[in-house]
């Protein structure tokens, strides 16, 4: 009897890609995939940690889904990372892996199936003798293919902001080779897929040549600029996009390659996080406010028509108002395309968690609405520019009313059309016509 597996994914887009090399994994080796979860032998849960509220939600979800009668229950990514031996505690778990051990999971339910093992932990981090990366040899091709796919370039990260978990649960910075990196592509392109986004934590620090990089250990000469430069030469190739950069590694040289690769799209999600300097200071960014804002100029300078998307944490362990304030100023002068704004969340064995100071959770929230009314103003005023323009649009969802259809311009804004043929998948251009908070309406050309 084949079993079958059921995937449930939480968090960033890597997550989401993670996910699709474990269905990947999981149908190459006998197991069969369902979208329902009450039909599967097997519920998989990979997960995120990055904030409190994301694990608790995890954790409902899977105490609710626990009372059908389920052969397997595997947690995999940060939470599995994150919590360690600890989550065999909760829910009846059986499997618990990590973000870079995904490839060995079907023998992992094997074992649980056959009964040679009902509790399996399998976590494989160690900054000095990392592994990462291994698991993308022992892959199978990739299974299945859309007009838009994640592509992961890279992972981990080095960088240890003092709030975040990801240096912990995702490791050490790891870039995959340039040529798999391009085969995977080629693949995805000859199976008719339209739009690639590049994906690493830290994306803008891909070096592609060093297979295995330990802290402190020198770059290869490969670059996200140089990688683009060759992925734009593949065929059959309308958009390309990369996520998520570090301030600190945005070089003049992919500045410049905005301006010269159609394909690439003018708009790059630069988190700054906060606009004031001692706050940036004791979060461990690496950079001023002013540098931040001087690096965003110069790219402007060299697009003209580039722009920006931003993540915001407030309420960060001693924050004054006044400092506050000056995220806010920050975000005036940018003039964020979109953005994302959080509250602080304190992350177990983080150095923020253990600062005196934290602030509490209603000041947090007063802030979080203020910051969030100043960035709608300036997305709201990102809509209504293009209204009365003519946008190139990939539509990837139907809206909520009949005949309606989502999609994304090349600054990722929502875009909203009615047609009578299914949309989704094709690249069409619109005029704008209307706009709002969220969204822009227009009609198809
Ligand atoms: N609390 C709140 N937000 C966080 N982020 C990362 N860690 C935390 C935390 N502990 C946010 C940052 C990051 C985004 C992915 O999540 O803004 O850029
Ligand atoms: Fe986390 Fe900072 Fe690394 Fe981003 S750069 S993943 S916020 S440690």
């Given at each position: 009897?084949?079993?079958?597996f059921?995937?449930?994914v939480?968090?960033?887009?890597m ?8 269905a ?10 369902t ?6 032998d097997?519920?998989i849960?990979y997960?995120?940690n990055i904030r409190?509220?994301?694990v608790?939600?995890?954790f409902?979800?899977?105490?609710a889904l626990k ?5 397997v229950v595997?947690?995999?990514?940060c939470v599995?990372?994150g919590?360690?031996?600890a ?8 499997i618990?892996?990590?973000s ?12 649980v199936i ?7 932990l399998s ?11 291994a698991?993308?040899?022992c892959l ?7 007009y ?18 990801v240096?912990?649960?995702r490791g050490?910075e790891?870039?995959r080779?340039?040529a ?10 000859a199976?008719?897929t339209k739009e ?7 994306v803008?620090?891909y ?8 802290i402190?250990q ?5 670059s996200l600029?140089r990688?683009i ?5 593949l065929n059959?190739?309308?958009?390309l ?5 570090h ?12 301006s010269q ?7 790059v ?8 300097d ?8 690496k ?5 931040y804002?001087?690096?965003?100029q110069?790219?402007?300078?060299i697009?003209p028509?580039i722009?920006?998307?931003?993540d ?12 506050f ?14 953005s ?8 177990k064995?983080t150095?923020?968690?253990k600062?005196?100071g934290q602030i509490?959770?209603?000041?947090k ?10 960035l709608?103003k300036d ?16 539509f ?10 989502i999609g994304?311009n090349?600054?990722?804004q ?10 989704i998948?094709?690249f ?6 209307s706009?709002r908070?969220?969204c822009?309406?227009?009609?198809l050309?």
């Amino acid at each position: 009897m084949a079993y079958k597996f059921y995937i449930e994914v939480y968090g960033c887009q890597m997550n989401v890609y993670d996910a699709s090399r474990i269905a990947d994994i999981m149908s190459t080796t006998g197991f069969i995939r369902t979208m329902e979860a009450s039909e599967a032998d097997i519920l998989i849960f990979y997960t995120c940690n990055i904030r409190e509220k994301a694990v608790n939600k995890l954790f409902s979800r899977i105490g609710a889904l626990k009372k059908q009668k389920t052969t397997v229950v595997a947690v995999g990514g940060c939470v599995a990372q994150g919590e360690g031996e600890a989550i065999f505690k909760r829910n009846n778990i059986n499997i618990s892996f990590g973000s870079q051990m995904y490839h060995e999971l079907p023998q992992y339910v094997n074992s649980v199936i056959e009964n040679k093992a009902d509790k399996i932990l399998s976590l494989n981090l160690n900054h000095d003798t990392n592994e990462q990366g291994a698991k993308f040899e022992c892959l199978p091709k990739r299974q299945t293919s859309s007009y838009s796919e994640f592509v992961t370039i890279q992972e981990g990260c080095n960088n240890f902001c003092t709030y975040c978990v990801v240096p912990y649960t995702r490791g050490c910075e790891y870039s995959r080779p340039v040529a798999d990196v391009l085969s995977e592509i080629k693949g995805l392109l000859a199976s008719g897929t339209k739009e690639i986004i590049l994906i690493g934590q830290n994306v803008n620090s891909y070096d592609g040549e060093a297979p295995y990089i330990n802290i402190g250990q020198t770059r290869g000469t490969w670059s996200l600029d140089r990688l683009i430069l060759e992925i734009s030469n593949l065929n059959g190739l309308k958009r390309l996009r990369y996520t998520t950069s570090h301030p600190k590694d945005l070089s003049i040289n992919l500045m410049k390659v905005h301006s010269q690769i159609p394909v690439l799209t003018p708009f790059v999600h630069v988190p700054v996080q906060s606009g004031n300097d001692r706050i940036l200071r004791i979060m461990n960014r690496k950079h001023t406010a002013l540098e931040y804002v001087e690096k965003l100029q110069q790219f402007k300078a060299i697009c003209p028509t580039i722009q920006f998307s931003s993540d915001f944490i407030v309420g960060f362990p001693t924050e004054t108002e006044d400092e506050f304030y000056d995220t806010i100023r920050l975000a005036q002068r940018v003039k964020y395309t979109t953005s994302y704004s959080f509250k602080y969340s304190r992350r177990k064995d983080t150095p923020a968690d253990k600062m005196e100071g934290q602030i509490p959770e209603d000041i947090k929230e007063n802030r979080l609405k203020i910051l969030q009314t100043s960035l709608l103003k300036d997305q709201i005023n990102h809509n209504k520019a293009i209204i009365g323009t003519t946008q190139e649009v990939l539509f990837d969802k139907a809206g909520k009313k009949k005949s309606q259809y989502i999609g994304k311009n090349i600054y990722l804004q929502s875009v909203i059309v009615e047609s009578d043929d299914n949309l989704i998948g094709n690249f069409r251009n619109v005029f704008i016509e209307s706009a709002r908070e969220n969204c822009v309406f227009g009609k198809l050309m």
